[in-house]
Nanobody, 115 residues
């Protein structure tokens, strides 16, 4: 089992910045990829950014150049630095950890960007 605890959400003005963090505990040695997803009411959860064990990152086109994902394997954390935030970035953000056969999700943290 892997447990994920997110922090760092909140309210910010358009153009501002927020940093989300996710701390993993439990069977962390089995984790391959960690990432951030987001979801708004009535829509599917979507990938924001991910990073695998090799450090390879992936970003949704809509956040490229504005968001940066980083992973600290020593601290078992993954962070998402979000800059130049837009109103359309408003969502609940979820941390995800992927094993070979199972995925784990955090509880979600609300990010609200006020225009």
């Amino acid at each position: 089992q892997v447990q994920l605890v997110e922090s760092g959400g909140g309210l910010v003005q358009t153009g501002g910045s927020l940093r989300l963090s996710c701390a993993a505990s439990g069977r962390i040695f089995s984790i391959n990829t960690m990432g951030w997803y987001r979801q708004v009411p009535g829509k599917q959860r979507e990938l924001v950014a991910s990073v695998n064990n090799a450090g390879t990152t992936k970003y949704a086109d809509v956040v490229k150049g504005r968001f940066t994902i980083s992973r600290d394997n020593a601290k078992n954390t993954v962070s998402l630095q979000m800059d130049s935030l837009k109103a359309e970035d408003t969502a609940v953000y979820y941390c995800k950890a992927e094993e070979a056969l199972r995925n784990y999700w955090g509880q979600g943290t609300q990010v609200t960007v006020a225009s």
